[in-house]
């Protein structure tokens, strides 16, 4: 990925405030600024997560495979259940969403870079610490066991007196902040650097999704981190939220994380609908239906997830009215969800269909989520859900849509984009191995659930007794969960020898899937500074447009070839912004901070000194230099940096003949 | 803040707006749900004193309304401060610029006097739900505070350097609106906690 | 720019600032002002016996006052974007809404 290109550093350095200047190597990638550097380090982190999040879910599933299990004692099977639910949740689904994210979201909007380029490495630097922060729990043997959900007061003092709810509080507190940043930074991007003529109802679905999703953050991870913090001063300083021998109200607890956290699965869903809605048009050689209902419907969605919380706490003992209204709130919100499906579908309709693995992962998301979906709205109707509750039907539930919904779509995006990102497919066989082994494992392990909950089986329990009959379905979804492993392994396989192959094969050149939207403009893989010039937008879909028009009987005719329509990469003078160590430092310190509270205050002070310095020297470290990494292409219009130093190299107005061209 | 220049994204398409002051905006938008959680805790356990002081027992109105008008004036120091800069007057941006954290400052103090003085009358943090709630969510705002007097001090800092120039006002304008809103949590904090009658016991 | 409808009297005195969006300092400190007095209202309502019924909307109502006039002169928000506004609001109604909800819930207000 990195361009080599290179390097003069200005006369000006000040030792330490140097920008760093590597572009190829470790240092290049622990100081890249790059949004595509910054999506590949997302993905391949959450995946080294997923594996982990993976086998903890084979660990549950071999311990519930038989009655009576004695793979995992009780207080083990706690941990990993919790585990399972927090890494997949937070270390897997929502940064492979912030991979795609970063990666597509400026390319889709004819962008350069994000708005604030450390800002954004900051984020993955924060989100790696987290990350890595809860899995030391496990190290030091006291990973938490109180559901990902931490209800209180059992994450309290009193019944959860090890370490394990801290690094739970603390490591989420941590991944929080790492969202947070994002949020505002995406947002920024997307309101302020669009393309010309690209008004919000010309951007691709994919970016309305993630804008909305950032919203969805921005609201919604300051709320957890009220929750948390609340759970951490009872923990830690002796405070009374949640301990009702004080007149404290658990509830409290659960309020404030489901006000958070049913937004939250709109964050996790949301990303894959917009996926989808990029893979089907393109596989459907049609254009996507009713493209302002699914803009639309995805901001009903981000509107109406505010509303619904509490039907998480249907038996939590809110009375019937606060039920009620939940009730009918959490109906109501099948219906853009609906529209969506029905959109998707009204897409596919008579269009010329070709099934590619993006195409059957998308297709398989559409199936999925619409069985996890209905199985939601049976939950809405709260009498049901009393029976429901805490029972494996939930469960069935929730994995259809998350690992149904969310994760299938991720694996969509994974094999539609590839070619962009690196420059070659991902093999088409062994991808159609990867699609089945999953989706038939998926099925195997979670549909039977539905049974197994509505016959009574307990969730949330690290054995069933024999002779309830829960026998057969748990052994069948434990088999499938193997099934599910071994489509996975199929992936990583099919990775390997893609990138092999193509060691030796020709390159997979333009626009490879006859695609539709904007980020097909740039050649694959994606030079360093993303595009050649400003792309001119006058339509939704634009790149189609310039590909196809239409004869005198209005039938589609293509008019031009991807030569001819995309960019070659080849310009040479846009200013890419300049690498930073200090994104990596402040993230660092962080963790120090979370050990410091929990062990001992001399951890706070370094923690602190290290976000410190680099607060400092982020500021103070020199502008994105006008002789600092330069890739080929349009000259933008970068951000300045650094607000003490001398006036700002870049006007918008500098014009590339005053920049030599370096090198 | 590191990115204080107002960005121009060219001939693109955008809000026209500085990125630097939109994302201010934004991250105050996502403070309102953070103190809005601490609020509501606080408003749902005010009555939850136990054994404890009751707030209506042990609020001190005369005071908090003293410690209230100052930070409230110290919004006006800061709008002064961003103006006289706008105007290129770098010694009254100064002057008004230490005024803002002095009076910030003074309110701190004037906080931590009032939270040692009801410790001293038996409202510790661990005493009940209302004193938990009620010491974390004034705990929050004065950290805020705190937060927002460092960055004072750091323009103050770069004026006397001389890089706190006319043409980089709107770093003072964007570590004002954060000032403006601190004090405008606490308009509500005093309303809604202090003068509202509270229970007692 | 200026977003917020103005008064004649206020559109007239806004003429004559400066001849651009920002007020002058005069104008500053006539806000100031003005806070400080809605200020000394509100605490005297504290030395008055009235009824929670009468009480506590005046409080809230002079509460409301306060926090409109720092966000639209001293934020700025009435001379600047909309959308700068929008985003406040629009964090302010949601964490209205959001906890007011909370609150029902736990019958906060008859409870209180």
């Not at chain 1, 009576?68 to 270390?91: I, P, S």
Request: one cysteine or more; aromatic letters at 14%.
């Amino acid at each position: 990925m990195s361009d080599v290109t290179e390097l003069e550093t200005p006369g000006g350095s000040i030792g330490v405030y140097t920008r760093p200047k590597a572009n190829t190597g470790w240092r290049d990638w622990i100081t890249t600024v790059d949004h595509k550097k910054i999506g590949i380090l997302y993905g391949a982190t959450a995946m080294f997560f997923f594996a982990i999040g993976g086998l903890e879910a084979l660990l549950i599933r071999l311990q519930l495979a038989t009655p009576d299990g004695t793979v995992l004692g009780a207080d083990t099977y706690n941990r990993v259940f919790t585990m399972h639910g927090v890494t997949m949740v937070f270390l897997v689904i929502m940064p492979l969403a912030a991979a795609f994210a970063n990666y597509l979201l400026p390319l889709q909007i004819g962008a350069r870079d994000v708005a604030f380029p450390r800002m954004n490495a900051l984020s993955f630097w924060i989100f790696l610490a987290g990350g890595l922060f809860l899995n030391m729990a496990w190290i030091v043997g006291d990973a938490p066991d109180g559901g990902w959900f931490a209800y209180a007061p059992n994450t309290g003092m009193i019944f959860s007196p090890g370490k394990g709810m801290d690094y739970y509080a603390i490591g989420l507190q941590i991944t929080g902040i790492a969202s947070l940043i994002s949020a505002m930074n995406l947002i920024v991007t997307v309101l302020n650097m669009r393309a010309p003529g690209m008004t919000l109802f010309k951007m691709p679905v994919f970016t309305w999704m993630i804008l909305v999703v950032q919203f969805l953050l921005l609201f919604a991870v300051p709320v957890i981190t009220v929750a948390l913090f609340l759970l951490l001063f009872d923990r830690n300083f002796g405070a009374n939220f949640f301990n009702p021998e004080m007149g404290a109200d658990p509830l409290l607890w659960q309020h404030l994380f489901w006000i958070f956290g049913h937004p939250e699965v709109y964050i996790l869903i949301l990303p894959s609908f917009g996926i989808i809605s990029e893979v089907i048009p393109t596989f459907s050689r049609k254009p996507l239906f009713g493209y302002p209902f699914m803009v639309f419907s995805g901001i009903a969605i981000g509107f109406m997830g505010w509303g619904v919380w509490a039907h998480h706490m249907f038996v939590s003992g809110i009375g019937p009215i606060s039920v009620a209204a939940f009730s009918v709130s959490t109906m109501f919100i099948a219906v853009p969800t609906g529209v969506k499906i029905l959109n998707w579908l009204a897409t596919m309709w008579g269009g010329r269909i070709r099934f590619n693995t993006p195409m059957l992962f998308a297709s398989g998301v559409v199936s999925m989520f619409t069985i996890g979906g209905l199985s939601g709205v049976t939950h809405s109707v709260a009498p049901a859900d009393t029976q429901q509750t805490d029972t494996y039907y939930i469960v069935a539930h929730f994995h259809y849509v998350i690992f149904g919904g969310a994760l299938l779509g991720i694996f969509a995006g994974f094999y539609f984009w590839w070619p962009k990102v690196f420059g070659h497919l991902l093999d088409e066989k062994w991808g159609k191995w990867n699609f089945w082994l999953m989706i038939v494992g998926f099925n195997m392990t979670f549909g039977p659930m539905h049974i197994l909950g509505l016959q009574g089986m307990s969730r949330r329990i690290d054995s069933y007794s024999p002779g309830f009959g829960f026998e057969f379905w748990n052994m069948f979804a434990s088999i499938g969960a193997f099934i599910i492993a071994l489509g996975v392994a199929v992936f990583m396989v099919n990775v390997v020898i893609s990138a092999r192959r193509a060691r030796t094969a020709p390159p997979v050149g333009l626009d490879p899937w006859d695609a539709r939207s904007p980020e097909w403009f740039s050649p694959n893989p994606t030079p360093v500074h993303n595009f050649d010039e400003d792309i001119q937008i006058n339509s939704l879909d634009e790149f189609w447009h310039r590909k196809y028009g239409e004869d005198e009987d209005g039938r589609v005719v293509r008019v031009a070839t991807a030569e001819e329509v995309c960019q070659d990469g080849s310009a040479t003078d846009t200013h890419l912004p300049s690498p930073s160590y200090w994104p990596v430092v402040l993230a660092a310190g962080l963790p120090f901070i979370g050990f410091g509270l929990m062990y001992t205050l001399w951890f706070c002070v370094l923690g602190g000194a290290l976000v410190l310095m680099a607060i400092y020297g982020w500021i103070f470290e020199p502008v994105d230099d006008p002789d600092g990494p330069h890739g080929h292409g349009h000259h933008g219009n970068e951000p300045t940096e650094g607000p003490l130093s001398e006036g700002s190299a870049d006007d918008a107005s500098v014009e590339s003949a005053e920049e030599a061209p370096v090198g | 803040m590191a990115d204080t220049a107002a960005v121009s994204h060219g001939h693109g398409t955008g809000t026209g707006l500085s990125d630097n002051k939109l994302l201010m905006w934004v991250f105050l938008g996502s403070e309102c749900l953070l103190f809005g959680g601490l609020i509501s805790t606080y408003l749902i356990y005010r009555s939850r004193f136990g054994d404890g002081p009751a707030p209506g027992d042990i609020f001190d109105i005369p005071f908090t309304s003293v410690s209230s008008f100052v930070l409230l004036m110290s919004s006006l120091t800061m709008v002064l401060a961003l103006s006289a800069l706008q105007r290129g007057d770098i010694r009254n941006n100064r002057i008004w610029l230490l005024t803002t954290a002095l009076l910030g400052s003074l309110f701190i103090g004037g906080q931590v006097y009032e939270f040692t003085t009801f410790v001293r009358e038996g409202l510790g943090y661990s005493t009940s739900p209302f004193s938990s709630a009620f010491f974390t969510l004034t705990g929050f705002h004065g950290v805020h505070v705190s937060l927002g007097i460092l960055m004072l001090m750091s323009l103050l800092i770069s004026s006397l350097r001389g890089t706190l120039t006319k043409e980089r006002s709107e770093t003072v304008e964007i570590i004002g609106l954060y000032w403006h809103f601190v004090d405008v949590v606490w308009i509500f904090i005093f309303t809604v906690i202090y003068l509202v009658p509270s229970p007692t016991s | 720019m200026s977003t917020a409808t103005e008064s004649p009297v206020e559109s007239h005195e806004a003429a004559h600032e400066e001849g651009h969006e920002h007020p002058s300092d005069r104008r500053y400190i006539q806000v100031a002002a003005i806070l400080a007095i809605v200020t000394a209202l509100e605490v005297g309502t504290y030395f008055v016996d009235m009824p929670g019924e009468v009480l506590i909307p005046m409080l809230m109502a002079m509460m409301i006052y306060k926090f409109f006039y720092v966000a639209a002169w001293f934020m700025h928000l009435r001379f600047d974007s909309p959308l700068f506004t929008k985003f406040f609001v629009a964090g302010l109604v949601l964490a209205t809404t959001v906890y007011g909800i909370t609150l029902t819930v736990f019958e906060f207000w008859h409870k209180g």
